[in-house]
């Protein structure tokens, strides 16, 4: 799932494995800027740095993970914000529209 992706843990498993290696990069690129910025910081910038080591060659997956964490709400929204009613739908047990 998207959360997964963002992640790092599950990129997904298209037959296009040059597809896959530019979304990796591409997601590399933004947390490393994300990381500059972050552990520029007066404040707490030390601890930040510590907490957001790169150990595995540019994929800061604790920073991607509390990313994830604070933003996937938003992430959400944007990703359902056009589709209004159309995309929730009444269940059985519920006249009201549900969704995840």
């Known amino acids: 799932d998207t959360g997964d992706i963002i992640r790092g843990r599950d990129l997904y498993r298209g037959g296009n494995n040059k597809r896959r290696q530019q979304l990796d990069d591409k997601l590399k690129k933004i947390f490393g800027k994300i990381h500059d910025e972050v552990t520029r910081r007066k404040q707490n910038g030390q601890a930040l ?17 509390d990313w994830w964490i604070a933003n996937r709400n938003d992430v959400w929204k944007a990703m359902t914000c056009k589709a209004e009613g159309a995309y929730f739908r009444a269940t059985c047990s519920d006249s009201e529209r549900s969704g995840t």
């Open 49 to 65: 740095q510590a907490r957001y080591q790169d150990e595995n060659g540019g994929n800061f997956f604790q920073l991607r993970e």
